[in-house]
Each structure stands twice: as C-alpha cells, then as structure tokens.
C-alpha cells in the first residue's frame, strides 16, 4: 500500500472517529457536553481559519491562479447550501428556524464527505499539508458530533436511532477521504489548485460563518484563549513538519 493511501485512509478514521466521540460526549455526559462545547468549537475555529489562510490558500495560489476566486465560490456556495438545508442547532427562543431532524443529517453528512475529501486532497498536495488539514477536521468533527446528537434527541428521535445517524455522519469522513484517494490521484497542478481552493474556502466558511458566532452566542472568558491557542498549534506543528 502507498504511504498517501495509508496516511489518508488513517486520518479520515481518526476524524470519523472524533464524530463518534462528540456522540458519546452528548449520550452519556449531555449537560456537560452542551455547557462546554463552546471551549472545541473556539479552539477548532484558531486551528482552522490558520490552516486555510496560512497553508491551503497559500498552496491553492501557487498552483492555480484563480484560487482566490474560486474560494469566494465556494463561500458563497456553502452559504446557499446552509439556507437551503437547516444544519444549526439553536435553543427554544434563541432563532426563528428551528432544525429539522433529517435535514440536518443531510447536510451534516455532505459536511463529513467534504471534509474527508479535504484530508486526501492535503496529502495529495503533500505530506505537511495534508497533517495540517487533517488537523483542523479532527477538531471540529467532535462539535459536530455533538450537534448532531443534539439535533436529533431535540427532534424526538430515540437514543438509539440518533447513535445510528451519527454513526452515518462520522463514517461519511473516513469515505470521502478514501473516495477521493482514487480520484484525485495524479492529478494537474491547476486541479489541485481548485481542489485547495475549494478546501480553503469550505475551512474559512466554517471557521468564519459557524464556529466564531458561536463563540459570540456562548461568551465564555476563555474563549478567544482558545482560539489563540489553536492558532499557536498550527504554527508549532508546521515548524515540527519543517514549513
């Protein structure tokens, strides 16, 4: 087996496995999980809006000259995505839309198949890249286990059938990191180009657009700590990686 096969398919189970964490955090410590998810979530949002500025987006720009534009695609993109599925979770009283059970499965697993597709295509570009990337989607794969537990139990769903779609959610990482092994291998410089592109775009929406107005919602003292330290992570990592 090629090591970038390996490294891959290694990384896209660890992340589905932090789904399956963020599940298990909801069903057994649920009050604990809610109250604190807010300490991932500022920490996961420093790691990945520096890995999308201070890597992906750097790579993307080297290689394809349209990079910058295709990012703004992908932004405006997702957010289309998100108004046509309902994806958030928000309290009684606290939004006008309120999530819908399956719909927020959809969309949470297209999420989890982006974000495995964004670890093969990290190591597709190289070997640091790709243990960056996969750093900012282990992160947030744990919030987002959480919220779609959440989801579900708030939606009446049983204890049992919400482990079931979490476990579908989690596993679609591991799947799109896998799946895209095979079909990204080789590939141009310039597709390569719009795939980091792309990565770099989906990184910056869910940094920017999902992660920090959470830290705003659930002011917490040491929130932006967090986000600080997350980004002081990226940067140790890439000096250990010789960036």
């Known amino acids: 087996m090629e090591p970038q096969f390996i490294n891959t398919a290694t990384y896209g189970i660890l992340?589905?496995?932090?789904?399956?964490?963020?599940?298990?955090?909801?069903?057994?410590?649920?009050?604990?999980?809610?109250?604190?998810?807010?300490?991932?979530?500022?920490?996961?949002?420093?790691?990945?809006?520096?890995?999308a500025f201070l890597h992906l987006l750097p790579?993307?720009?080297?290689?394809?000259?349209?990079?910058?534009?295709?990012?703004?695609?992908?932004?405006?993109?997702?957010?289309?995505?998100?108004?046509?599925?309902?994806?958030?979770?928000?309290k009684e009283g606290e939004c006008e839309v309120h999530p819908i059970g399956i719909l927020a499965f959809i969309g949470l697993c297209f999420h989890s198949l982006l974000d495995g597709i964004v670890i093969g295509v990290g190591f597709e570009a190289g070997f640091s890249i790709g243990i960056v990337a996969s750093m900012g989607v282990l992160l947030h794969e744990i919030p987002e286990g959480i919220t779609i537990t959440s989801i579900?139990?708030?939606?009446?769903?049983?204890?049992?059938?919400?482990?079931?779609?979490?476990?579908?959610?989690?596993?679609?990482?591991?799947?799109?990191?896998?799946?895209?092994?095979?079909?990204i291998r080789d590939v141009t410089p310039e597709t390569l180009g719009i795939l980091l592109a792309v990565a770099a775009g989906s990184f910056t929406y869910i940094g920017a657009s999902d992660l920090l107005p959470e830290t705003h919602k659930n002011f917490r003292k040491g929130n932006i700590l967090l986000v600080l330290s997350g980004m002081i992570l990226v940067y140790i990592v890439a000096l250990l990686l010789g960036e």
């Not at 204890?159 to 959610?169: E, H």
């Open 15 to 51: 992340a589905g496995l932090a789904t399956i964490t963020g599940i298990y955090m909801v069903l057994h410590r649920q009050r604990w999980a809610t109250e604190n998810s807010v300490f991932f979530i500022s920490f996961s949002a420093g790691v990945i809006l520096t890995i």
């Open 59 to 90: 790579e993307a720009i080297d290689t394809n000259r349209n990079a910058l534009f295709i990012v703004l695609i992908t932004l405006i993109s997702f957010y289309i995505l998100e108004h046509m599925l309902v994806i958030h979770s928000c």
């Open 152 to 183: 579900l139990l708030h939606a009446g769903y049983t204890r049992k059938r919400a482990v079931v779609f979490g476990y579908i959610v989690g596993f679609a990482t591991p799947l799109g990191a896998m799946g895209s092994y095979f079909f």
